[in-house]
């Protein structure tokens, strides 16, 4: 089922100037009080295809910016029942972090990468307390996230690049089957803009404002347009 964004109320905002400049508002949610899971070592934990150290969960989450939707400050106190579960599918620098961010001033839900397996799954497993014998429990994983992310409306939204479908299909299961899921394929019309894009957020780290990129980035777009 493609769903347009009309479908779900949104308003866009007076100005649009690409993907760094999103805001993340959160004047409402108040932040968990406890952290479930702390190693006592730098235990090697199992991920999707991927293993990862405590100590590397630790130094991802010195690096995320706390406006970053990732952040506890997002996960909700009190549970809501899942209704609905919006899928975005979409690709690095296609705006999908501003439409995210849309979705969420609208109150609809917080919507993230939640199967991005390199920073957002391990940082989550953590907090959330889904990490077990040295590996994350994929049911403890979706319960949770249901549980922290469920919007007082019903909604989930899960923002899905193509690297992050082999991690959804791990854990897809353990969804509820009583849920309606809405998808929606996100594609920016400047390709090459969006592959400049790309590259610089790969080269400075700075994939949106709230990253601290390099100085370099604007050398780094002139010598791609010039090529």
Known sequence: ??????????????SLEGESTQT????????????????EKDELIS?????????????????????????EQFDLTESNK????????????????????????????????YFQLEQYVPVLAQR?????????NHEAYINALLKKR?????WVGINLHSHHIKTFEAFKEFFPE???????????????????????????????SFFNGTAEQFKEYCAIVKE
């Open 1 to 14: 089922q493609h769903l347009e964004l009309q479908h779900l109320g949104l308003k866009q905002r007076d």
């Open 24 to 39: 993340h508002p959160a004047e409402k949610l108040q932040p968990p009080p406890t952290v479930i899971w702390e190693p």
């Open 47 to 71: 991920l999707v295809g991927l293993s990862i150290t405590s100590s590397d969960i630790e130094l991802i989450k010195s690096r995320l910016p706390s406006q970053d939707f990732v952040d």
């Open 82 to 113: 899942t209704e609905n579960i919006l899928i975005i599918f979409s690709t690095p620098r296609c705006g999908s972090t501003y439409l995210s961010s849309l979705i969420h001033s609208n109150e609809i839900c917080v919507t993230h990468e």
């Open 128 to 136: 959330w307390g889904c990490i077990s014998d040295l590996k994350i």
């Open 150 to 154: 469920t919007s007082k409306n019903g």
């Open 178 to 208: 009583d849920v309606q899921l809405h998808y929606a394929h996100l594609v920016r019309k400047d390709i090459l803009g969006q592959a400049i894009s790309y590259e610089i957020a790969e080269q400075t780290g700075q994939w949106t």
